[in-house]
C-alpha cells in the first residue's frame, strides 16, 4: 500500500498573501490531482499533472499555479488568496489517469484567510 | 459535459436500517461510475465502482450499487447500517479527455446514523 501526505494539515494566511500547499506520494503513481472542496459543493478539479513536469488545467484554476517537479510531489499555489476564503484542498493521485482507475486521496489541507 | 446530482444533502437512518442513497449522471456516453466515502477529517476513499457487465456492483463494508442506463442512474445501498458508516458519501463519473481523464464529482451526501 501507499500513503499521500499532505502538508501543512492546516493553512492561516492573509487576504492577497501567496500561499503554497503540498502532496507527497509513495504509490509510484504517474498522475496526481488537485481538487478543492467547499461545504455543500462537492469536489471540484483545479490542476492535474499526468506526469514530471507536465501541468493540465482544471475547472476551478483560475487563482492558482501547480507545481510537479518530481514524479512524487506536486505542489499548489495560491497566487493571492481571498478574504473569508475557506475550503479543504485535497490531493490525490492514481496509477496512470484512466477513466475507470481509482484515486487515492489524502487527508486534505484546511484554507483559512483573515 | 458530464455532471453529477445527488438530490439529498442530508440522510438520517437509524442504526440497523436500509439505507439508499441517490445518485444521477449526465453524460454523452457510458461512464465510469464511482461511489467515494469521506470519513470526518479524511479523504476519501473508494466504496465500489461500474464501468460494464452486471449492473450490481458489490463494494467495501456491505454496500452495493445498481446502474441503471434508463434511468442514468448509480444508487448507493446498504442492507443494515452501522453507526461508523456516518460519513459524507459521493457518487463520481468519468469520462475519458484527452491524455487524462476527467472525474466529476456530486456534491454529496452526508450520512448521519443514529442508534
Known amino acids: 500500500g501507499g500513503i499521500i501526505t499532505q502538508t501543512p494539515k492546516f493553512l492561516i494566511g492573509q487576504e492577497g498573501q501567496k500561499l503554497t500547499l503540498k502532496c507527497q506520494q509513495n504509490f509510484n503513481h504517474d498522475t496526481m490531482y488537485w481538487y478543492r472542496q467547499d461545504s455543500g459543493k462537492g469536489l471540484r478539479l483545479i490542476y492535474y499533472s499526468i506526469t514530471e513536469n507536465d501541468l493540465q488545467k482544471g475547472d476551478l484554476s483560475e487563482g492558482y499555479d501547480a507545481s510537479r517537479e518530481k514524479k512524487s510531489s506536486f505542489s499548489l499555489t495560491v497566487t493571492s488568496a481571498q478574504k473569508n476564503e475557506m475550503a479543504v484542498f485535497l490531493c490525490?493521485?492514481?496509477?496512470?489517469?484512466?477513466?475507470?482507475?481509482?484515486?487515492?486521496f489524502g487527508s486534505g489541507t484546511r484554507l483559512t484567510v483573515l | 459535459a458530464q455532471s453529477v446530482t445527488q438530490p439529498d444533502a442530508r440522510v438520517t437512518v437509524s442504526e440497523g436500517a436500509s439505507l439508499q442513497l441517490r445518485c444521477k449522471y449526465s453524460s454523452s456516453v457510458t461512464p465510469y461510475l464511482f461511489w467515494y466515502v469521506q470519513y470526518p477529517r479524511q479523504g476519501l476513499q473508494l466504496l465500489l465502482k461500474?464501468?460494464?457487465?452486471?449492473?450490481v456492483v458489490q463494494g467495501v463494508n456491505g454496500f452495493e450499487a445498481e446502474f441503471s442506463k434508463s434511468n442514468s442512474s448509480f444508487h448507493l445501498r446498504k442492507a443494515s447500517v452501522h453507526w461508523s458508516d456516518s460519513a459524507v458519501y459521493f457518487c463520481?463519473?468519468?469520462?475519458?479527455?484527452?491524455?487524462?481523464?476527467?472525474?466529476?464529482f456530486g456534491k454529496g451526501a452526508k450520512l448521519t446514523v443514529s442508534p
Open positions: 463520481a463519473v468519468s469520462q475519458q479527455q484527452g491524455t487524462g481523464s476527467k472525474l466529476s
Open positions: 461500474y464501468y460494464s457487465g452486471d449492473p
Open positions: 490525490a493521485s492514481s496509477t496512470w489517469g484512466f477513466s475507470a482507475e481509482t484515486l487515492y
